[in-house]
């Protein structure tokens, strides 16, 4: 029986296309998937889309269509991004799904019924886009802390989940699992800024629209997003308070959430009280991930500095553009995009460092060995350098793996790909083939330069799976260990150009971004 992996991103919000900032989160759950997958898990990824809310009964009405078409068309379009981002995931789930609205009410009733829901009246500050209250003291300037927009007064009849009935339990689980929240920056943020201060009992349901699931006992009510949403991740496996499925015996708790950075405290703080109300077990880790920036600004349709990942595919393609977001995002802090950046890194590492090491290595090896080389072992000592480079990549890829640090994980490989391109320079090949009796050894360095590039093509699967797949084709090779071994024979396909350089200047005068 292998392992099970079961990873989730954040449910995307059905009211409107995702920008390139949304999109970078399935990429990073995507690499995370892939490479557990390539680890030998039985890896579980799911993902998909959040569709209740007054912000979609709202955006519907304007639009004159009913809320079910108007979140059928927005879960379609992220379901397409997803798709074209070459996302692997096992499930997309959709919260209009019935079966997951059937066991959302059952979970609402048994809290209710446990007496860990009661109704109540709120008066407080309300924020439309976020469809979340607020206490006074949470605001900032009388703005809403999570966006920055104007906050109104409201007045509603409403049911709370007691949160400060489990606040300790809380406390002291985060207290006991130090890697249950991360990066350690988000976790400190949680506890000093949410928990420590007190929790306030939570607002559970609605009454001022009806897009949504019914209380089951007080219909006049909807179930608000933190029982709807946040259950999907338990629902669409098979929980059920009645009895749960194999399939969530098996999958349960969650090995990683993904989420963003701005609801971490939803996913870290309600959530697990949510489980612990249910008695279930708390998902390993929850990973707030940074944003992505454009020109250092976060992304938003106000300012015009919004960028869509199929706008970008179409202009550099999907792998360039998985990189860039791998890549330059670190693990802890924002990242930026902005066009010239993501063709200096295309230019400077895909099309340089990555597809002219392929290109030169099989274009030399046809023209000097007719494209078949194995290894004649006319070794020196620079070769031992680059093998044992070449043999550390998978430990060094696998430690930062580990700890999410997945930018780290794609520099180790091209530091190896660069160290290839330096072992070039140092062994002339050259040089070597135009001496008869150096035939040997211009093999064997072939043949190390193209282990080198083999075992970073199989290492760099898990974030650029086409370009892996184009280059193990060229090498005409289905070997997927990702170490050196001295003794295969490569029969090569032509080489073909995996990332064209772009001109800078002529594509700004060809395209209006």
Known sequence: MKEKYYITT????????????????????????RYKRQQGYDVYFQTGTDEHGQKIEDKAKEKGVEPQAFVDEIAGEIKRIWDLMNTSYDKFVRT?????????????????????IYKSEYEGWYCKPCESFFNERDLVDHKCPDCGRETEKAKEETYFFKMSKY????????????????????????????????????????TTFSWGVPVPFDPKHVIY???????NYITFIGYDPDGSSEQFKKLWPANLHLIGKDILRFHTIYWPIILMALDLPLPEKVFGHPWLLTDNNKMSKSKGNVMYADTLVELFGVDAVRYYVLHEIPFAQDGNITYELLIERINSDLANILGNLVQRTISM???YFNSKVENKKVEEEID?????????????VANSMDHLEVADAITHIFDV???????????TPWILAKDDTKQDRLETVLYNLLEAIRVCA????????????EILRQLNTKEKENFYQDSLIYQLNDAKVLFQRIDKDKFFEEHDV
């Open 10 to 33: 954040a449910i995307a919000y059905t009211s409107g296309k995702p920008h390139i900032g949304n999109t970078y989160e399935i990429v990073l759950a995507d690499a995370i998937a």
């Open 96 to 116: 209009t799904d019935k079966e997951h609205e059937k066991v959302v009410a059952k979970i609402f009733q048994k809290l209710y019924d446990q007496g860990d």
């Open 167 to 206: 606040q300790k339990r809380l406390e002291e689980y985060i207290e006991s699992h130090p890697d249950f929240i991360d990066p350690v920056s988000r976790k400190n943020e949680m506890v000093n800024n949410f928990l420590k201060p007190g929790l306030q009992d939570l607002c559970v349901s609605r």
């Open 225 to 231: 997003v933190w029982i709807d949403a946040l259950t």
């Open 365 to 367: 090896a046809k023209k």
């Open 384 to 396: 031992k350098e680059l093998i044992t480079e070449i043999n550390e990549l998978k430990d060094k």
């Open 417 to 427: 790909l660069r160290r290839s391109n330096k072992y070039i320079d140092e062994t």
């Open 458 to 469: 199989v290492s760099l699967y898990p974030f650029l799976p086409d370009t892996s797949d």
